[in-house]
């Protein structure tokens, strides 16, 4: 059973950073693929980073050059680092874990970027 706890999350200024982590369990980390998404008031939950069980990473536009996804295998973590954060970035941030038809969902941690 997919298992994952998000911690990291607050109120931030603009410009400021913030690292989010999520701690898995239950499944064997190293073959699921990891992801963060995000959902603020009104809005769908988009895709924010991911990265592969081999590592690759690939990120949404609007987070490329400010936040950085990573992942280690030892502590079954993945992580979310975010600078040069921006009011537009406030979110409630999910983790993901999938691996084929098989996928699970963290409870969230919320984000806030004051202007």
């Known amino acids: 059973q997919v298992q994952l706890v998000e911690s990291g999350g607050g109120l931030v200024q603009s410009g400021g950073s913030l690292r989010l982590s999520c701690a898995a369990s239950g499944f064997i980390f190293r073959v699921y693929d990891m992801g963060w998404y995000r959902q603020a008031p009104g809005n769908q939950r988009e895709l924010v980073a991911a990265i592969t069980s081999g590592g690759i990473t690939n990120y949404a536009d609007s987070v490329k050059g400010r936040f950085t996804i990573s992942r280690d295998n030892a502590k079954n973590t993945v992580y979310l680092q975010m600078n040069n954060l921006k009011p537009e970035d406030t979110a409630v941030y999910y983790c993901?874990?999938?691996?084929?038809?098989?996928?699970?969902w963290g409870q969230g941690t919320q984000v806030t970027v004051s202007s």
């Open positions: 993901n874990a999938r691996s084929g038809v098989r996928s699970g």
